[in-house]
């Protein structure tokens, strides 16, 4: 792990980005105190659904309420 301190860290940027895609921790500090910590990115996978048995959609879940529909046709701002 690497520390610097945030004068440092600016003037150095690219390269503690290239420490941290290597797999380097970074620490970056004031005034000898850590404030903050550059690690690797590590992306999350999805999970599409996860959420189904608390969700459902209705029958009715694309019909519109006709009033609704007319003001939406009646618009002046439709193409």
Do not use: W
């Amino acid at each position: 792990m690497v520390t610097v301190n945030v004068h440092e860290a600016k003037s150095r940027l690219s390269e503690l980005l290239e420490k941290v895609e290597q797999g380097e921790e970074v620490v970056i500090a004031r005034a000898g105190k850590p404030v903050a910590r550059l690690q690797p990115y590590e992306k999350v996978a999805r999970r599409p659904g996860f959420l189904g048995p608390e969700y459902r959609l209705t029958a009715d879940f694309d019909s519109c309420d006709a009033e609704i529909a007319t003001s939406f046709e009646a618009s002046s701002d439709r193409p």
